[in-house]
């Protein structure tokens, strides 16, 4: 039984966010809940998200990431070189955009090591958050395939995205079992 550790961004991914969406109707989705879903201390989230992968066991696990909640995935591997099943990554924000934005720096170092499990890099080609050439970039660094879907914005409520069935589907795709959508 696989277990789907999703992985939300800044704000945490309100109710009407595809992660709640699959969070309120699918088993065995689980949210990682951080301290502090506004001011990201990536220290103390990496450290959260490695507790919550040791407690569902890493070879059991698929990590469904949205926006710094990428970041954060890639920083945990850089942290603890560990491997998951797999890793479901949308939206990945460019560093620079959001450290702008946070007025502050977020990580000691890119975290833009090859990833050792399979990933997918689900990304907009109207992004406010990253230019699709950065997303591209990024998944080339992390070993990830990359699907562009058009113009979805930041792929999250605001843009639209709460029962997104275009997502369960890629997401059904990259660890090849059928999750339904009832």
């Not at 909640?69 to 603890?80: H, I, N």
């Not at 990253?130 to 970039?137: C, P, R, Y």
């Not at 879907?149 to 029962?163: F, K, Q, W």
Request: hydrophobic share 40%; net charge negative; glycine share 6%.
């Amino acid at each position: 039984m696989l277990n789907y550790l999703i992985i939300p961004g800044l704000g945490g991914s309100g109710e009407l966010h595809w992660q709640s969406w699959l969070e309120n109707t699918q088993p065995y989705f689980v949210r990682v809940e951080q301290q502090n879903w506004d001011e990201p201390d990536m220290d103390s989230w990496v450290e959260t998200l490695n507790n919550y992968v040791e407690k569902y066991g890493a070879d059991n696990v698929v990590l469904v990431a949205h926006s710094l909640g990428c970041l954060t995935v890639a920083e945990w591997f850089r942290s603890y070189n560990k491997s998951v099943k797999a890793a479901f990554l949308v939206a990945p924000p460019d560093i620079e955009t959001l450290q702008q934005k946070l007025q502050r720096r977020l990580f000691q170092e890119n975290p833009f090591l090859k990833l050792n499990f399979p990933t997918l890099v689900v990304s907009s080609s109207n992004d406010e958050w990253s230019a699709i050439e950065v997303a591209q970039q990024y998944a080339g660094k992390w070993g990830s395939r990359f699907v562009n879907i058009g113009n979805a914005g930041h792929i999250n409520a605001a843009s639209g995205h709460y029962e997104w069935e275009q997502g369960l589907e890629l997401l059904n795709e990259l660890v090849a079992v059928d999750i339904h959508s009832d």
